[in-house]
């Protein structure tokens, strides 16, 4: 789908605006295609939300322009032309010209094209919308203009070439020009911000390298603006204008692209039928027979039009497609290296609490891919560096297949080991519509949770002492009672059931592992009242009431951040073992080591200060 927007994006405008300049000279329409186009792209950091309310009127100007002089013409010359709308003039028209009407599919193809570009858009307008506007509008007008031009060459064979602006009274030629023009370069429009948002959500989903997105709306969340796209787009424009100069090899190669994506679709919904739907396995293949027979005719005819332009959207779906599949493999072959050699939390733990290195005063947020298990990274920086923060938080940033992420259910908060090792990991949840702004405090937000975290944490562990303790016999209650008194800053749940498996109260079934922790989102959760063990005794508080160990926590938090936070970010660089294949070692050390060279960096996408990042490298051989 984004290929075929890029596609539609460098064609679709040349072919609007050279269509409808198609009398005057061949030179002056290349240049003023060539102004329009610089002028098309050089707009588009502005946005199109300060004009795009004078899309809709120009439009249904447009589209009801061509519906009125389709009608003129049916009147004026063929009033028999809606017999055209009879399916078996298809089989007269075959049994007419044989091969010659075969190979004719290949322009007729271009009366469909554009209009399955308004599903591009569905990041702007609803589904609904769009079913609405096409069925009731764009289809019955354009099956107007088109019997109407039928209906013009019926008497005029010898305009074939140009029946719409040849059949057109000369009263109004120039104004439906200008009109037409106008309707190219909005048409162009939507389909260079339709493109940006595939790009950005295909980039959200590790499908694309990292590139800057700039939010053109306040309001409307899918309007976007990616410069080095945008660029791109205008490049290969200017460059198909200059160079083809004809609008039927121009057509050629938006025809060809357009039934790539018709049968593309075809055989993913397929899978959609099957996979998400869950429907019958016969009912997804008569669904492809009968439309893929259909879409394979089309590709049939506009194959021999590839050394007559076709052969544009094929070199460029290669080149994207190519780098689209690099970055995929490299992202994935450097997870995987980071899952193959990631550190058992049972290896950290066994360190001790102080990892057996100098624990500075601050917060250490150190991100990684990984969502389970101590990144590589971390042990290769506590190998070489002597000194660790006193609070260290392992970041994941994931971007989920939705579109937005609640702020409430941002981060999923858990604690690796005890409230001695003070750390965490967190996994920042963020949708394919979602962005670092600038003005999001990412840190405050972060550290936020962390400490309602420990406040929930605490309220959760109370409790579930009060339910053990409600069960408990006089008997049990009384030896619990004259246990000595724990200390304060281990009077966690942990050590409470290692008492009290040790006097018999409690069976190894219920035993609890060190490494492991409570995961949940740091979100709304009522509890009704709380306990806390204080001294043998089970003594209940209010439910804003915390103990003095999470009170204690939550001060040490405050005093770590007020000490400065650290952005620990890894640098890595990714190279093929020694042993790999000719063709690896192309695709990882060449094409991808250059991708992750331009794309944007990490730090730049994540909005981490420069001034608290702290990089360390590290080679993965994958």
Known sequence: MMLHLLHSAVLSAVVGIKAASSNLDTNLVTVISCLILV??????????????????????????????????????????????????????????????????????????????????????????????????????????????????????????????YASLPRRIYWPIFVLATISAMIASQAIITATFSIVKQSAALGCFPRVKVVHTSNNIVGQVYIPEINWILMVLCLSVTAGFRDTDEIGNAYGIAVVMVMIVTTLLMTLVIVIIWRK????????????????????????????????????IAAVFGTVMYTWHYGTSKRYEYEMQHKVSVGWLLGLGPSLGLVRVPGIGLMYTDLAHGVPPLFSHFITNLPAIHSTVVFVCVKYLPVNTVPQAERFLVRRIGTRAYSMYRCAARYGYKDIHKKDDDFEQLLIRSLIKFVEIESKRETSDLESMAASWTPEEQQSVASLPAMPTESSNRLNLLRLLRLHGLMGEGNSIDEGCCTEYPVSDINLATTSTYQEGSIQTQSVNGTSSDSQDEVA??????????????????????????????????????????????????????HECLLHVGMVYYV
């Open 280 to 315: 019958h396995f016969l009912l997804a293949l008569l669904f492809l027979i009968v439309f893929a027979s259909i879409e394979g005719v089309y590709i049939s005819a506009v194959l021999f039009k590839t050394t007559q332009g076709g052969w544009v959207p094929l070199v």
């Open 39 to 164: 002028i098309l792209f050089s707009l588009q950091r502005f946005g199109t939300d300060r004009i795009s309310f004078l899309f809709a009127p120009i439009f249904l100007t447009w589209f009801l322009s061509l519906a009125l002089i389709g009608c003129y013409n049916i009147i004026k010359w063929e009033k028999s032309i809606f017999l055209a709308l009879n399916p078996l003039e298809i089989v007269y028209f075959f049994r007419r010209n044989g091969r010659q009407g075969w190979e004719h599919l290949g322009g007729i193809v271009l009366c469909m094209t554009g209009t399955e570009a308004m599903f591009a858009d569905l990041g702007h307008f609803s589904f609904r919308s769009i079913q609405i506007a096409f069925t009731s509008l764009v289809y019955p007008c354009l099956i107007l203009t088109y019997l109407g031009q039928s209906a013009y060459l019926v008497e005029h064979m010898e305009h074939v070439n140009d029946p719409f």
């Open 556 to 609: 040490f938090l405050n005093s770590c951040k007020e000490s400065g936070v650290v952005y620990i970010l890894g640098n890595n660089v990714v190279k093929a073992r020694k042993d790999a294949s000719l063709f690896k070692k192309v695709v990882i050390n060449y094409i991808y080591t250059f991708l992750r060279r331009i794309s944007r960096d990490s730090h730049v996408v994540l909005n981490i200060p």
